[in-house]
């Protein structure tokens, strides 16, 4: 930008947030590769979740879960505009905003430049995490749709639509964690304003919680195991219904 002017700590320190933020999924991915952690166990979920849809007669609560998700979704993203307003009117906020801001002693910002910037990145991260919320709720309001035009088993495509309904639903919740992870690298952002290795610790910091939430904590370790057993399932179920009698099979 013209006429700003960043030292090397703080260049280094915007690079850091922005290979961190950009590319989160893909480097997480590629460091733990196939290994468990909560996103792709839960894909695994999911999947088995709408297949199990595909079967019931009665998919009541599976439209009550989603509209469940839909309000989560919904509530984050309003919370999304609240924190937005809250940036841009200290961003539009002009030179009364700034000396408020430096009047501070542990705010570290050398010129009004410097600390528009710094507040337009946390409004840049949180608006990102805006879209991604819109993009969730537009998923699973489709999912909803699919849920609702369920065929019924006699129809025989009850595998192959549980599927089909499962890689329309893990997207729109792919997009919703996206939207949940926003938070964490938008404070990481705002903490730029407390100077560059503020900014690169908390950045670094919402890494390291973000990963470990993924592989390390309790819930991980429940996911990854409710995984397994979703994966062994199929094969025990199949021996049963290969035993029944077949006048108790179900028509194709």
Same mark, same amino acid.
């Given at each position: 930008? =013209?006429?700003?002017?960043?030292?090397?700590?703080?260049?280094?320190?915007?690079?850091?947030?922005?290979?961190?933020?950009?590319?989160?999924?893909?480097?997480?991915?590629?460091?733990? $590769? /196939? /290994?468990?952690?909560?996103? #792709?166990?839960?894909?695994? &979920?999911?999947?088995?979740?709408?297949?199990?849809?595909?079967?019931?007669?009665?998919?009541?609560?599976?439209?009550? #879960?989603? $509209?469940?998700?839909?309000?989560?979704?919904?509530?984050?993203?309003?919370?999304?505009?609240?924190?937005?307003?809250?940036?841009?009117?200290?961003?539009?906020? $002009?030179?009364?905003?700034?000396?408020?801001?430096?009047?501070?002693?542990?705010?570290?910002?050398?010129? /009004? =430049?410097?600390?528009?910037?710094?507040?337009?990145?946390? =409004?840049?991260?949180?608006?990102?995490?805006?879209?991604?919320?819109?993009?969730?709720?537009?998923?699973?309001?489709?999912?909803? %749709?699919? &849920?609702?035009?369920?065929?019924?088993?006699?129809?025989?495509?009850?595998?192959?639509?549980?599927?089909?309904?499962?890689?329309?639903?893990?997207? %729109?919740?792919? %997009?919703?964690?996206?939207?949940?992870?926003?938070?964490?690298?938008?404070?990481?952002?705002?903490?730029?304003?407390?100077?560059?290795?503020?900014?690169?610790?908390?950045?670094?910091?919402?890494?390291?919680? #973000?990963?470990?939430?993924?592989?390390?904590?309790?819930?991980?370790?429940?996911?990854?195991?409710?995984?397994?057993? =979703?994966?062994?399932?199929? &094969?025990?179920?199949?021996?049963?219904?290969?035993?029944?009698?077949?006048?108790?099979?179900?028509?194709?």
């Amino acid at each position: 930008m =013209l006429g700003l002017q960043l030292s090397t700590l703080d260049t280094v320190a915007l690079v850091v947030f922005a290979v961190a933020w950009l590319a989160y999924e893909p480097l997480v991915k590629a460091a733990l $590769g /196939r /290994r468990h952690m909560i996103n #792709l166990d839960m894909a695994v &979920v999911r999947t088995a979740w709408m297949g199990a849809m595909a079967r019931r007669e009665s998919r009541l609560m599976d439209s009550q #879960l989603l $509209g469940h998700t839909i309000n989560s979704a919904s509530f984050f993203a309003s919370s999304n505009l609240i924190l937005i307003a809250g940036a841009s009117g200290v961003l539009f906020g $002009g030179e009364s905003a700034f000396r408020s801001a430096s009047s501070l002693v542990v705010i570290e910002t050398s010129t /009004r =430049l410097l600390f528009e910037v710094q507040i337009a990145l946390v =409004l840049v991260t949180l608006a990102r995490g805006l879209l991604d919320f819109i993009w969730a709720i537009r998923q699973l309001n489709y999912t909803i %749709a699919v &849920v609702g035009a369920a065929p019924d088993e006699v129809a025989g495509v009850s595998k192959v639509y549980g599927d089909a309904a499962g890689r329309l639903l893990n997207p %729109a919740l792919s %997009a919703f964690n996206a939207g949940v992870r926003g938070y964490y690298f938008a404070l990481a952002a705002a903490s730029w304003i407390f100077g560059p290795t503020a900014f690169i610790v908390a950045t670094l910091g919402a890494v390291a919680v #973000l990963v470990w939430r993924q592989r390390a904590s309790a819930a991980a370790h429940a996911i990854a195991e409710i995984r397994q057993i =979703l994966e062994t399932a199929p &094969v025990v179920e199949a021996s049963r219904t290969s035993a029944k009698p077949i006048e108790e099979t179900p028509s194709a």
